[in-house]
């Protein structure tokens, strides 16, 4: 089973780059990296995803090494709005397993 | 992506009783799964709901306690059966167009489920 582990908390100011890390040891070959944002009283939101290398999309960028033992989930100039919980999942033909999450502070 | 309603959205119950949880998906979906989030905590998996066929469970999870239908590719409900105290938490249906993990999942708002 592939176990996520992430930093509980990270604290930023608006409008700097934010990059959050997950370590996933044993990871599959099948299996795919999956970030999510959750609010309070709110599902979780996607918001990237990625098998290898780098992907960006028109709010976040995620980079795997090439080994995939971990990955970063990197967000640009972040505003008070992205204080959020980031889960981290790693999903394929192993459980899916959410990490513990991190929660993201943004002051002013 | 999909647009997934949960009800009820929130539901105080007493113990000894069963809640049925539904969820349903404004478009066919491959996968649908139900999840369990105990306050200020990261979501447990309990089980994927197969259309027309048994629930996949989770370790830990078992039919007779958390009852799954799936009668078709838009809509699931969960019951939560015989209910305590330790079963108050959130319950939260995700869906994914994809069965290997390359489709991300799409979630509704939850349930949160109190029991007194």
């Known amino acids: 089973l592939a176990k996520t582990t992430q930093p509980i908390s990270m604290d930023s100011y608006e409008g700097q780059e934010v990059n959050i890390t997950c370590s996933h040891n044993?990871?599959?070959?099948?299996?795919?990296i999956t970030w999510y944002q959750q609010f309070p009283s709110q599902g979780p939101r996607f918001i990237i995803q990625?098998?290898?290398t780098k992907v960006t999309n028109e709010v976040a960028s995620l980079f795997i090494p090439a080994d995939r033992k971990s990955s970063t989930l990197s967000l640009p100039r972040v505003s008070l709005s992205d204080t959020a919980v980031y889960y981290c999942?790693?999903?394929?033909?192993?459980?899916?397993?959410f990490g513990k999450g991190t929660m993201l502070l943004v002051s002013p | 992506s999909a647009v997934i309603s949960q009800k009820p959205s929130r539901d105080i119950c007493q113990r000894g009783t069963s809640l049925t949880i539904q969820c349903q998906v404004d478009?066919?979906?491959?996968?649908m799964f139900w999840y369990r989030q105990q306050p200020g905590q990261s979501l447990t998996l309990i089980a994927t709901?197969?259309?027309?066929?048994?629930?996949?469970?989770e370790s830990g999870f078992v039919i007779d306690k958390f009852p799954i239908s799936r009668p078709n590719l838009t809509f699931s409900t969960l019951t939560v059966s015989n209910m305590s105290p330790e079963d108050s938490s959130i319950y939260l249906c995700?869906?994914?167009?994809?069965?290997?993990?390359?489709?991300?999942?799409?979630f509704g708002d939850g349930t949160r489920l109190s029991i007194l």
């Open positions: 995700s869906v994914s167009q994809g069965i290997l993990g390359n489709q991300p999942q799409h």
């Open positions: 044993n990871i599959a070959t099948n299996d795919y």
């Open positions: 990625g098998y290898k």
């Open positions: 999942l790693v999903d394929g033909y192993s459980t899916l397993t």
């Open positions: 478009s066919q979906v491959t996968m």
């Open positions: 709901a197969n259309q027309g066929s048994e629930a996949t469970y």
